[in-house]
Protein backbone atom coordinates (compact mmCIF):
# COMPACT_ATOMS: atom_id res chain seq x y z
CA UNK A 1 0.00 0.00 0.00
CA UNK A 2 2.80 2.67 0.88
CA UNK A 3 3.67 2.28 -3.15
CA UNK A 4 0.32 4.11 -3.59
CA UNK A 5 0.31 6.40 -0.75
CA UNK A 6 3.14 7.96 0.34
CA UNK A 7 2.89 9.89 -3.54
CA UNK A 8 -0.57 10.53 -2.78
CA UNK A 9 0.45 11.54 0.44
CA UNK A 10 3.52 13.77 -0.99
CA UNK A 11 1.10 15.33 -3.74
CA UNK A 12 -1.41 16.43 -1.30
CA UNK A 13 1.51 17.88 1.04
CA UNK A 14 2.90 19.67 -2.01
CA UNK A 15 -0.79 21.18 -2.81
CA UNK A 16 -1.58 22.10 0.88
CA UNK A 17 1.92 24.17 0.36
CA UNK A 18 1.23 26.17 -2.63
CA UNK A 19 -2.24 27.08 -2.05
CA UNK A 20 -1.63 28.12 1.31
CA UNK A 21 1.46 30.51 -0.34
CA UNK A 22 -0.70 31.56 -2.45
CA UNK A 23 0.46 30.70 -5.91
CA UNK A 24 -1.28 29.79 -9.19
CA UNK A 25 -2.85 26.78 -7.46
CA UNK A 26 -6.56 27.09 -7.03
CA UNK A 27 -8.77 25.07 -4.59
CA UNK A 28 -10.63 24.71 -7.58
CA UNK A 29 -8.34 22.20 -8.87
CA UNK A 30 -8.28 20.26 -5.87
CA UNK A 31 -11.34 18.48 -5.56
CA UNK A 32 -11.46 17.01 -9.05
CA UNK A 33 -7.75 15.96 -8.60
CA UNK A 34 -8.54 14.27 -5.30
CA UNK A 35 -11.39 12.60 -7.35
CA UNK A 36 -9.06 11.38 -10.07
CA UNK A 37 -6.17 10.08 -7.51
CA UNK A 38 -8.47 8.08 -5.59
CA UNK A 39 -10.29 6.53 -8.45
CA UNK A 40 -7.05 5.43 -9.60
CA UNK A 41 -5.49 4.24 -6.50
CA UNK A 42 -8.42 2.65 -5.33
CA UNK A 43 -9.37 -0.09 -6.79
CA UNK A 44 -5.40 -1.01 -6.58
CA UNK A 45 -5.51 -0.84 -2.59
CA UNK A 46 -8.34 -2.59 -2.96
CA UNK A 47 -6.78 -5.55 -4.97
CA UNK A 48 -3.69 -5.10 -2.50
CA UNK A 49 -6.07 -5.77 0.51
CA UNK A 50 -7.89 -8.66 -0.68
CA UNK A 51 -4.82 -10.25 -1.92
CA UNK A 52 -2.05 -10.31 0.74
CA UNK A 53 -2.65 -12.50 3.56
CA UNK A 54 -2.29 -16.20 4.47
CA UNK A 55 -2.69 -17.57 1.23
CA UNK A 56 -0.85 -15.05 -0.75
CA UNK A 57 2.42 -17.00 -1.13
CA UNK A 58 0.65 -20.43 -1.39
CA UNK A 59 -1.13 -18.60 -4.44
CA UNK A 60 1.54 -16.72 -5.69
CA UNK A 61 4.24 -19.82 -5.61
CA UNK A 62 1.64 -22.24 -7.10
CA UNK A 63 2.93 -24.28 -10.44
CA UNK A 64 0.39 -22.11 -12.55
CA UNK A 65 1.68 -18.66 -11.42
CA UNK A 66 4.84 -20.08 -11.62
CA UNK A 67 4.36 -21.35 -15.30
CA UNK A 68 2.26 -18.06 -16.28
CA UNK A 69 5.15 -15.87 -14.77
CA UNK A 70 8.52 -17.89 -16.30
CA UNK A 71 6.58 -17.65 -19.89
CA UNK A 72 5.50 -13.68 -19.35
CA UNK A 73 8.83 -13.24 -18.68
CA UNK A 74 10.47 -15.36 -21.37
CA UNK A 75 7.96 -14.39 -24.28
CA UNK A 76 8.14 -10.65 -23.29
CA UNK A 77 12.04 -10.58 -23.08
CA UNK A 78 11.77 -12.13 -26.96
CA UNK A 79 9.15 -9.29 -27.94
CA UNK A 80 11.33 -6.62 -26.71
CA UNK A 81 14.61 -8.00 -28.20
CA UNK A 82 12.93 -8.23 -32.13
CA UNK A 83 11.05 -4.76 -31.28
CA UNK A 84 14.98 -3.58 -30.53
CA UNK A 85 16.73 -4.85 -33.87
CA UNK A 86 13.59 -4.57 -35.92
CA UNK A 87 12.33 -0.99 -34.85
CA UNK A 88 15.47 0.65 -33.91
CA UNK A 89 16.17 1.14 -37.54
CA UNK A 90 12.57 2.26 -38.55
CA UNK A 91 12.86 4.64 -35.62
CA UNK A 92 16.16 6.14 -36.71
CA UNK A 93 14.73 6.08 -40.36
CA UNK A 94 11.59 8.28 -39.20
CA UNK A 95 13.65 10.65 -37.43
CA UNK A 96 16.11 11.60 -39.39
CA UNK A 97 15.45 10.88 -43.44
CA UNK A 98 12.98 12.65 -45.55
CA UNK A 99 10.89 10.43 -48.20
CA UNK A 100 7.86 10.03 -50.20
CA UNK A 101 5.27 7.92 -47.37
CA UNK A 102 7.17 8.96 -44.40
CA UNK A 103 3.71 10.53 -42.92
CA UNK A 104 1.79 7.17 -44.03
CA UNK A 105 4.48 5.03 -42.04
CA UNK A 106 4.12 7.23 -39.29
CA UNK A 107 0.58 6.74 -39.14
CA UNK A 108 0.87 3.34 -39.25
CA UNK A 109 2.83 3.52 -36.00
CA UNK A 110 0.23 5.56 -34.28
CA UNK A 111 -2.29 3.41 -35.15
CA UNK A 112 -0.85 0.23 -33.55
CA UNK A 113 -0.50 2.14 -30.81
CA UNK A 114 -4.01 2.42 -30.38
CA UNK A 115 -5.51 -0.12 -32.16
CA UNK A 116 -7.65 -2.63 -29.63
CA UNK A 117 -6.01 -5.33 -28.78
CA UNK A 118 -9.02 -7.64 -29.81
CA UNK A 119 -8.57 -6.24 -33.55
CA UNK A 120 -4.60 -7.08 -33.26
CA UNK A 121 -5.47 -10.57 -32.39
CA UNK A 122 -8.23 -10.78 -35.37
CA UNK A 123 -5.51 -9.24 -37.42
CA UNK A 124 -2.66 -11.68 -36.47
CA UNK A 125 -4.94 -14.66 -36.92
CA UNK A 126 -6.35 -13.27 -40.10
CA UNK A 127 -2.73 -12.94 -41.53
CA UNK A 128 -1.13 -15.72 -40.02
CA UNK A 129 -3.77 -18.39 -38.99
CA UNK A 130 -3.94 -21.60 -41.10
CA UNK A 131 -6.04 -20.63 -43.02
CA UNK A 132 -5.11 -17.10 -43.37
CA UNK A 133 -3.33 -14.70 -45.94
CA UNK A 134 0.13 -16.32 -45.22
CA UNK A 135 -0.88 -18.80 -43.14
CA UNK A 136 -1.27 -21.19 -46.36
CA UNK A 137 2.04 -20.40 -47.51
CA UNK A 138 3.87 -21.62 -44.16
CA UNK A 139 2.02 -24.49 -43.42
CA UNK A 140 3.74 -25.88 -47.46
CA UNK A 141 6.75 -25.36 -45.54
CA UNK A 142 5.61 -26.94 -42.34
CA UNK A 143 5.24 -23.66 -40.31
CA UNK A 144 1.97 -23.16 -38.05
CA UNK A 145 1.94 -19.74 -35.64
CA UNK A 146 -1.29 -19.98 -34.14
CA UNK A 147 -2.01 -21.07 -30.84
CA UNK A 148 2.54 -21.77 -30.35
CA UNK A 149 4.57 -19.70 -27.90
CA UNK A 150 6.15 -18.11 -30.86
CA UNK A 151 2.42 -16.66 -31.73
CA UNK A 152 2.70 -15.08 -28.08
CA UNK A 153 5.53 -13.45 -29.03
CA UNK A 154 4.48 -12.28 -32.22
CA UNK A 155 1.05 -10.93 -30.75
CA UNK A 156 3.20 -9.56 -27.77
CA UNK A 157 5.73 -7.56 -30.51
CA UNK A 158 2.82 -6.62 -32.41
CA UNK A 159 1.25 -4.39 -30.05
CA UNK A 160 4.34 -2.99 -27.74
CA UNK A 161 6.93 -2.84 -30.59
CA UNK A 162 5.29 0.38 -31.99
CA UNK A 163 5.96 1.72 -28.29
CA UNK A 164 9.43 1.73 -28.61
CA UNK A 165 9.71 3.06 -32.42
CA UNK A 166 7.59 6.12 -30.98
CA UNK A 167 10.11 6.34 -28.29
CA UNK A 168 13.44 5.69 -29.86
CA UNK A 169 11.84 7.76 -33.29
CA UNK A 170 11.71 11.27 -30.42
CA UNK A 171 15.08 10.25 -28.96
CA UNK A 172 17.30 10.47 -32.54
CA UNK A 173 15.02 13.35 -33.21
CA UNK A 174 15.89 15.58 -30.83
CA UNK A 175 19.44 15.05 -31.70
CA UNK A 176 21.08 18.63 -32.70
CA UNK A 177 21.67 18.38 -36.91
CA UNK A 178 24.94 19.84 -36.23
CA UNK A 179 26.18 17.01 -34.18
CA UNK A 180 25.75 14.77 -36.80
CA UNK A 181 27.00 16.77 -39.50
CA UNK A 182 30.47 17.15 -37.77
CA UNK A 183 30.23 13.42 -36.33
CA UNK A 184 30.32 12.82 -40.25
CA UNK A 185 33.51 14.62 -40.46
CA UNK A 186 35.14 12.84 -37.85
CA UNK A 187 33.74 9.44 -37.84
CA UNK A 188 33.86 8.73 -42.30
CA UNK A 189 31.30 6.67 -42.47
CA UNK A 190 27.67 5.94 -41.74
CA UNK A 191 28.01 3.22 -39.51
CA UNK A 192 30.46 4.29 -37.20
CA UNK A 193 28.47 7.59 -36.85
CA UNK A 194 25.61 6.06 -35.62
CA UNK A 195 27.36 3.70 -33.20
CA UNK A 196 29.47 6.56 -31.92
CA UNK A 197 27.26 9.46 -31.84
CA UNK A 198 23.22 8.54 -32.39
CA UNK A 199 23.31 5.74 -30.74
CA UNK A 200 24.68 6.83 -27.33
CA UNK A 201 22.77 10.26 -27.22
CA UNK A 202 19.46 8.56 -28.38
CA UNK A 203 20.34 6.52 -24.92
CA UNK A 204 17.64 8.21 -23.11
CA UNK A 205 14.67 7.33 -25.85
CA UNK A 206 16.06 3.67 -26.49
CA UNK A 207 16.09 2.66 -22.73
CA UNK A 208 12.23 4.68 -22.47
CA UNK A 209 10.94 2.99 -25.10
CA UNK A 210 12.82 -0.56 -24.42
CA UNK A 211 10.95 -0.29 -20.65
CA UNK A 212 7.71 0.52 -22.10
CA UNK A 213 7.44 -2.02 -24.72
CA UNK A 214 8.57 -4.59 -21.54
CA UNK A 215 5.36 -2.98 -20.10
CA UNK A 216 3.06 -3.46 -22.60
CA UNK A 217 4.02 -6.46 -23.60
CA UNK A 218 3.92 -7.85 -20.14
CA UNK A 219 0.32 -6.31 -19.69
CA UNK A 220 -0.68 -7.94 -23.21
CA UNK A 221 -4.07 -10.02 -23.02
CA UNK A 222 -6.37 -9.49 -26.16
CA UNK A 223 -3.95 -10.21 -29.41
CA UNK A 224 -2.81 -13.09 -27.42
CA UNK A 225 -5.49 -15.05 -26.04
CA UNK A 226 -7.33 -14.13 -30.14
CA UNK A 227 -4.15 -15.24 -32.08
CA UNK A 228 -2.00 -18.01 -29.72
CA UNK A 229 -5.17 -19.69 -27.00
CA UNK A 230 -4.64 -20.27 -23.83
CA UNK A 231 -2.88 -23.36 -23.13
CA UNK A 232 -1.34 -23.29 -19.84
CA UNK A 233 2.83 -23.79 -19.99
CA UNK A 234 2.62 -23.30 -23.94
CA UNK A 235 0.44 -19.58 -23.94
CA UNK A 236 -0.83 -18.97 -20.90
CA UNK A 237 1.33 -15.14 -19.51
CA UNK A 238 0.35 -13.79 -16.18
CA UNK A 239 -2.52 -11.48 -17.85
CA UNK A 240 -4.28 -14.87 -19.38
CA UNK A 241 -3.62 -17.16 -16.27
CA UNK A 242 -5.81 -14.16 -14.19
CA UNK A 243 -8.86 -14.26 -16.59
CA UNK A 244 -8.75 -18.19 -16.04
CA UNK A 245 -7.98 -17.76 -12.41
CA UNK A 246 -11.07 -15.31 -12.04
CA UNK A 247 -12.99 -17.80 -13.20
CA UNK A 248 -11.51 -21.44 -11.54
CA UNK A 249 -10.73 -19.35 -8.08
CA UNK A 250 -10.01 -16.42 -6.93
CA UNK A 251 -6.17 -16.76 -4.90
CA UNK A 252 -4.60 -17.25 -8.00
CA UNK A 253 -5.85 -13.89 -9.98
CA UNK A 254 -5.22 -12.13 -6.91
CA UNK A 255 -1.55 -13.10 -6.45
CA UNK A 256 -0.81 -12.91 -9.94
CA UNK A 257 -2.51 -9.40 -10.15
CA UNK A 258 -0.29 -8.35 -7.48
CA UNK A 259 2.85 -9.73 -8.47
CA UNK A 260 2.21 -8.40 -12.05
CA UNK A 261 1.74 -4.75 -10.58
CA UNK A 262 4.91 -5.24 -8.52
CA UNK A 263 6.71 -5.87 -11.77
CA UNK A 264 5.25 -2.87 -13.62
CA UNK A 265 5.91 -1.03 -10.77
CA UNK A 266 9.88 -1.74 -10.81
CA UNK A 267 10.37 -1.14 -14.36
CA UNK A 268 8.27 2.01 -14.38
CA UNK A 269 10.11 3.11 -11.50
CA UNK A 270 13.51 2.22 -13.79
CA UNK A 271 11.98 4.45 -16.25
CA UNK A 272 11.36 7.50 -14.27
CA UNK A 273 14.50 7.23 -12.74
CA UNK A 274 16.14 7.48 -16.37
CA UNK A 275 14.14 10.42 -17.37
CA UNK A 276 15.07 12.48 -14.58
CA UNK A 277 19.08 11.35 -15.00
CA UNK A 278 18.30 12.42 -18.85
CA UNK A 279 16.36 15.56 -17.84
CA UNK A 280 19.56 17.03 -16.10
Same mark, same amino acid.
Given at each position: ???????????????????????????????????????????????????????????????????????????????????????????????????????????????????????????? =??? &? %?? #?? *? +???? $???????? /???????????????????????????????????????????????????????????????????????? =??? &? %?? #?? *? +???? $???????? /??????????????????????????????????????????
Amino acid at each position: MGLVLHPLMSFLHRLFRHTAAGTKTDWVFLLPSLVLLAFFGLPLLALIQRAVGTDFFAYALSSQALTALRLSLVTSTHSVLLAVALGMPLAYVLARLKFRGKTALELLVDLLVVLPPSVAGLAL =LMA &F %GR #TG *L +FGKG $LALVGVSL /PFTTAAVVLAQTFVSAPLFVRSTRVGFAEIDPRLEETAWVECGNEWQVFRFVMFPLAGHGLVTGVILSWTRA =LGE &F %GA #TI *L +FAGN $LEGKTQTM /PLAIYLGFERGLGVALALSVTLVVVLVVLLGVMRKVEKHGGQ
